[in-house]
């Protein structure tokens, strides 16, 4: 079983009308392509760093622009459209970082909350604290599609490989990593981690990026990329402005993977001892 799918590659604002205008014309470019499975990057609706800024253009779900034009996309275009992220208000009033997977009748297949907060001070001076503002999830899911098993992730949660094993052992054989990467530590290590994740589990991985400096003063890494389960990039854009990324996935490369390097069904449980030593000249207790 193959079928074609889409990366779509943003440079998102701070006005959600405007980013859901350009969202609608990216993914109308990627199914004119072929693409019957198209994905956004982390939040597509508004890259915003302003907290009382964000909180202005804030929806809940039933309102929100995004999710609404994605939901009529889909539709229209009779696709699976996958939008990686937008920032959704909360009863609490916290934000769900959360993404949305949109059938070809519209309806909603999935909605995923991102996991993991990036909470970090990077050695450029930028400093980041998702959880002062974002709720986690707490609730992996795998959607199963008429071409294959998709797996979720938002951004952060790459660096967390037990998520993606825990989905390839489920069955996963496409993991989804939406993102919005900073261009510091896009540059040392976003390829890195796609592709290990996508080696190690024997798995396809599908990249939307945002790319370029954006309207808040970031600077977002973008490559957004799709990786087959041997580690091979077949498809990338650039890092900066948008862009669709399209490639042909044959899903029956993870059974192959498999069984070339049958490491999920090779792995054991073990046991974890520290040991201690001695201080100088003493002897271990």
């Given at each position: 079983?193959?079928?074609?799918?889409?990366?779509?590659?943003?440079?998102?604002?701070?006005?959600?009308?405007?980013?859901?205008?350009?969202?609608?014309?990216?993914?109308?470019?990627?199914?004119?392509?072929?693409a019957?499975?198209?994905?956004?990057?982390e939040?597509?609706?508004?890259?915003?760093?302003?907290?009382?800024?964000?909180?202005?253009?804030?929806?809940?779900?039933?309102?929100?622009?995004?999710?609404?034009?994605?939901?009529?996309?889909?539709?229209?275009?009779?696709?699976?459209?996958?939008?990686?992220?937008?920032?959704?208000?909360?009863?609490?009033?916290?934000?769900?970082?959360?993404?949305?997977?949109?059938?070809?009748?519209?309806?909603?297949?999935?909605?995923?909350?991102?996991?993991?907060?990036?909470?970090?001070?990077?050695?450029?001076?930028?400093?980041?604290?998702?959880?002062?503002?974002?709720?986690?999830?707490?609730?992996?899911?795998?959607?199963?599609?008429?071409?294959?098993?998709?797996?979720?992730?938002?951004?952060?949660?790459?660096?967390f490989p037990?998520?993606?094993?825990?989905?390839?052992?489920?069955?996963?054989?496409v993991?989804?990593?939406?993102?919005?990467?900073?261009?510091?530590?896009?540059?040392?290590?976003?390829?890195?981690?796609?592709?290990?994740?996508?080696?190690?589990?024997?798995?396809?991985?599908?990249?939307?990026?945002?790319?370029?400096?954006h309207?808040?003063?970031?600077?977002?890494?973008?490559?957004s990329?799709?990786?087959?389960?041997?580690?091979?990039?077949?498809?990338?854009?650039?890092?900066?402005?948008?862009a669709?990324?399209?490639?042909?996935?044959?899903?029956?490369?993870?059974?192959?993977?498999?069984?070339?390097?049958?490491?999920?069904?090779?792995?054991?449980?073990?046991?974890?001892?520290?040991?201690?030593?001695?201080?100088?000249?003493?002897?271990?207790?």
């Amino acid at each position: 079983m193959s079928f074609k799918a889409a990366a779509i590659q943003m440079c998102s604002g701070v006005d959600p009308v405007k980013n859901a205008a350009d969202m609608a014309r990216l993914v109308r470019d990627a199914a004119s392509q072929g693409a019957i499975y198209v994905q956004t990057p982390e939040m597509t609706g508004a890259v915003q760093k302003d907290r009382p800024g964000l909180r202005a253009v804030l929806r809940d779900e039933p309102n929100d622009i995004i999710v609404k034009t994605a939901s009529e996309l889909a539709k229209e275009l009779g696709i699976y459209l996958h939008i990686g992220s937008t920032a959704i208000a909360l009863d609490d009033g916290k934000i769900a970082n959360r993404g949305f997977l949109f059938g070809p009748d519209g309806k909603l297949i999935n909605r995923y909350d991102k996991i993991h907060m990036f909470d970090v001070d990077l050695d450029n001076g930028e400093s980041w604290r998702e959880s002062a503002v974002y709720r986690p999830g707490s609730e992996a899911r795998i959607a199963s599609l008429p071409f294959a098993e998709l797996g979720f992730s938002i951004c952060y949660d790459v660096r967390f490989p037990q998520l993606f094993r825990a989905q390839a052992v489920a069955g996963a054989e496409v993991m989804t990593v939406p993102a919005a990467f900073t261009k510091q530590t896009g540059e040392a290590h976003w390829e890195i981690l796609l592709r290990a994740r996508a080696i190690e589990n024997g798995m396809f991985v599908i990249a939307a990026a945002q790319a370029g400096k954006h309207e808040d003063g970031r600077e977002t890494f973008g490559h957004s990329m799709i990786i087959d389960p041997w580690g091979k990039v077949l498809a990338s854009a650039g890092g900066a402005g948008e862009a669709v990324v399209i490639a042909e996935i044959d899903v029956t490369a993870v059974k192959s993977a498999h069984d070339k390097i049958p490491n999920l069904k090779n792995a054991r449980e073990f046991s974890l001892e520290k040991i201690a030593t001695p201080a100088a000249g003493g002897v271990a207790a």
